[in-house]
């Protein structure tokens, strides 16, 4: 009985391993209750976080500048990602891979009324597209002030009242920081057609499958007019971007700090309660990889490997070859830059006056400081 009515549940869906596993042990029951358990927390953790293959574009709201290279305004497959343990981003080959934005990440948490904001606004806004309606938004122009004081939960009158309607915002929040400066935070949601993630801030969105193509009718909530995530709603964060703020001190999201190597995993806010496994996630929380996909990064693996390629000061698995522009001077307190592909395996480092062409196996790997670590040994050959 259990076997068909798991088949039913899981058609469509991005099932992680772990229950997979259990319906080719024959645990078809446990397998059907728990992917249903799970398919409701909102709780991204960091394992998937990781993991995962990510499809990236721009808003509207972003500019025409960022538009122009888009591959997803260009009615072509949107850019493909990966959060690397290291705490960066990695974007593949592409318009956006050739010279792709340096992004650094990292994990917080949304501020509770904000959130319960949010959750009231996607709540409006997807009873707007389930009645046919126009999502269009419903700040004036010109409007300044924070929709998430004027948005309110349904439980407290605001949006119409509903048990068809979810809103699968949670906790958690994804901090980037771009070019050497904190841009608005990414909220995180789970999507029910599809069990995948989403993350969104108000000019990009990330989703954790193919993004729907501009224009698919199949998937009309990811067209920006149905999006949650405004400008208006994250104004603060969009103003300190673009006053130049390095690091943004902002009222809806708190930094998280690393969980201790015992944790346990907590409860997403909003969600149900996540499956017994590690601190933040194991590696059979992920869906198999889709076909032509590689096998997610494995955190554990990375930090091993760098340890140990570093207790040897094996230079040279981290750069091909070192090309000194100029000998003189003292970079000692430079940044690694890391600029465009060299070629399929490489890239173009800078450190200071000196340019490199590092793996990008190497560039995966290593943190800044380790790889910059790395290439002053070759400097001092």
Not at 298 to 322: F, K, L, M, Y
């Amino acid at each position: 009985v259990w076997r068909p009515l798991c088949a039913a549940l899981w058609e469509g869906k991005l099932v992680p391993r772990r229950y997979l596993a259990m319906r080719d042990e024959g645990r078809y029951c446990e397998a059907y209750r728990l992917s249903l358990q799970d398919s409701r927390r909102t709780r991204l953790s960091r394992a998937e976080l990781i993991g995962l293959r990510w499809s990236f574009r721009f808003k509207e709201d972003a500019g025409d500048a960022w538009h122009e290279r888009d591959p997803w305004w260009l009615g072509r497959q949107a850019s493909r990602a990966r959060f690397l343990p290291n705490g960066t981003v990695r974007f593949e080959g592409g318009a956006l891979g050739r010279r792709p934005p340096r992004l650094a990440w990292r994990l917080g948490r949304l501020d509770s009324s904000f959130l319960a904001s949010l959750r009231g606004r996607h709540r409006r806004l997807l009873q707007c597209l389930a009645a046919g309606e126009d999502c269009g938004s419903d700040e004036e122009d010109g409007n300044k002030q924070d929709v998430a004081r004027q948005v309110q939960d349904s439980s407290t009158g605001g949006a119409p009242a509903t048990t068809a309607v979810t809103s699968f915002f949670g906790e958690r929040a994804v901090r980037a920081r771009v070019m050497g400066h904190d841009v608005p935070c990414y909220c995180v949601r789970r999507e029910p057609r599809n069990w995948g993630w989403v993350m969104e801030s108000c000019w990009v969105i990330w989703t954790s499958w193919p993004m729907p193509l501009r224009g698919d009718t199949d998937w009309p909530e990811f067209e920006d007019r149905a999006l949650p995530v405004t400008v208006p709603l994250q104004y603060s964060e969009a103003m300190s971007y673009n006053s130049g703020a390095s690091r943004m001190s902002s009222p809806i999201f708190v930094d998280e700090a690393p969980p201790p190597a015992t944790a346990a995993s907590s409860n997403g806010a909003g969600g149900s309660e996540a499956p017994a496994a590690g601190p933040d996630g194991e590696e059979d929380w992920l869906p198999p990889p889709a076909d032509g996909d590689e096998e997610p990064c494995s955190a554990a693996n990375a930090a091993a490997s760098s340890g140990e390629s570093a207790s040897r000061g094996d230079a040279s698995s981290a750069a091909q070859a070192a090309n000194a522009a100029d000998a003189g001077g003292d970079d000692e307190d430079e940044d690694i830059d890391v600029e465009e592909d060299a070629g399929d395996d490489l890239a173009v480092v800078r450190m200071g006056r000196y340019i490199f062409r590092v793996s990008r196996e190497a560039i995966d790997r290593f943190s800044p400081t380790e790889l910059r670590s790395i290439l002053m040994q070759i400097l001092e050959r």
